[in-house]
């Protein structure tokens, strides 16, 4: 069985017939070809397929396709387009290595940068908690988003 699904994908309209089971995570990576999204745990807890639905993080392994219909979702692809400050710090500052949590670090990051423009450490550490790395120890994570904050790198309304 499918269903419509009507949503606003990094800024521009997407309408499609998806499988009523299908998570969003499968829908933009097999569907959208957007790969930049991509699912480690398959169980939410680690915010590797993190994308904003209606500007609020989610994971995209849980969330049905359908259960987005008439959101605005953003993906890694579209916050590193509009906001390339943010990925620079990331680089800069060494916050990723492998590049398997990058994405969902990017998209919490710009969340973040979006409701709390000046975070403070603390901030910064209770806000990213959900989105884990085994690489970087966290710290440059910390000064990668620290430096995009102080650099404005995301300005936008909320």
């Known amino acids: 069985m499918t269903v419509p699904l009507r949503i606003l994908l990094n800024g521009q309209p997407v309408q499609a017939q998806v499988p009523a089971d299908r998570v969003l995570c499968d829908f933009l990576r097999e569907d959208c070809g957007l790969l930049g999204t991509k699912e480690a745990c398959g169980v939410g807890v680690c915010g590797t397929c993190t994308v904003l639905v209606d500007g609020l993080p989610v994971s995209s392994c849980l969330l049905l396709a359908a259960c987005a219909d008439g959101s605005e979702v953003w993906t890694v ?18 916050g990723l290595q492998c590049g398997i949590c990058t994405p969902g670090q990017v998209v919490s990051a710009y969340a973040l940068l979006q409701h709390i423009p000046h975070p403070s450490p603390e901030d910064v550490a209770a806000w990213m908690a959900g989105t884990l790395c085994r690489c970087t120890g966290y710290a440059s994570i910390l000064r990668s988003i620290t430096r995009a904050a102080a650099e404005g790198a995301v300005r936008e309304p909320r």
């Open 77 to 94: 692809e579209g916050v590193a387009a509009r906001t390339p400050g943010l990925v620079e710090s990331f680089a800069r500052e060494e």
